[in-house]
């Protein structure tokens, strides 16, 4: 019986990183109603069998292949304010870098809904998703970069779509990452993707990073950039002082996704 509830509580951590592709222990004992010695417990179990990598404060999976329509339904409330905040940072004539993944696909879906404000934009991404909720559907150009599809992220990666990066002069990047911290700074659950993002990087002018607040204090697997790498950062409310007062620190500027 006590094998069964291990295995049971194994499997719930494992469910919930590979939902969200990082987690803190605190989180996990709270979300599961277990001591926090529990749960270090299990992640050191799990971490042996190879399934994941602990880091201070918590755990991320190794490598994960995310599901991506797991990723869809966490926290979209967030990541819908999240990504009209990012629209009333656009401006007509702008060439705009739009990053794969969830919290972009919800900046895409605003920017579908329509911009009053903006007559022309020109727009940029190696996200499939992102591709297909605007093509077609805004009076904006709308370009995917081409290259080897990543299936996990629904993105194309590779020297193809670094070599088509290479020639952008892009005025501001919406950039996603699966974490944030001090030591690591930004960091995404691929190293493929990690590499493009850092191609973009290098060629933006402004670099807007688009996470929610729970990417606080979370190391993901692969490194992006150093912390005050970003510009600005658009997050929930939801964010703890100790990262606003970081972020702050690294020169970053912090726009708060309110309420519509």
Same mark, same amino acid.
């Given at each position: ?112 809904? %329509? +911009? ?10 190696? &996200? *499939?998703? #992102?591709?297909?909720?605007? @093509? ?101 409310? %939801? +964010? ?10 690294? &020169? *970053?500027? #912090?726009?708060?996704?309110? @309420?519509?």
């Amino acid at each position: 019986m006590a094998d069964h509830l291990v295995d049971h509580r194994l499997q719930l951590i494992l469910s919930e990183l590979a939902a969200r592709g990082e987690c803190r222990t605190r989180q996990l004992a709270e979300q599961f109603h277990l001591s926090e010695m529990t749960v270090r417990r299990d992640l050191q179990e799990l971490e042996s069998r190879g399934q994941l990598r602990r880091v201070h404060g918590g755990a991320v999976l190794l490598n994960r292949d995310i599901n991506y329509s797991l990723r869809l339904e966490h926290d979209q409330a967030q990541k819908q304010l999240i990504g009209y905040a990012a629209t009333r940072l656009l401006k007509s004539g702008q060439t705009v870098y739009i990053d794969a993944g969830t919290t972009a696909l919800a900046l895409a879906r605003a920017i579908r809904q %329509g +911009l009053n404000h903006i007559t022309h934009l020109h727009i940029v991404t190696h &996200g *499939i998703t #992102i591709a297909t909720e605007l @093509a077609g559907q805004t009076p904006y150009s709308v370009q995917l970069i081409g290259g080897d599809v990543y299936q996990n992220a629904l993105s194309t990666v590779g020297p193809t779509a670094l070599a088509q990066i290479s020639g952008l002069a892009i005025d501001v990047f919406f950039m996603g990452a699966g974490g944030v911290d001090t030591a690591m700074g930004w960091s995404n659950s691929n190293h493929v993707e990690a590499v493009v993002k850092r191609a973009v990087i290098d060629r933006s002018k402004t670099v807007c990073a688009i996470a929610d607040s729970a990417k606080w204090g979370q190391q993901s697997y692969a490194p992006i950039v150093p912390l005050g790498k970003v510009s600005r950062w658009i997050v929930n409310r %939801g +964010l703890i002082e100790e990262g606003a007062d970081a972020a702050r620190a690294a &020169g *970053i500027a #912090i726009t708060f996704a309110d @309420a519509m």
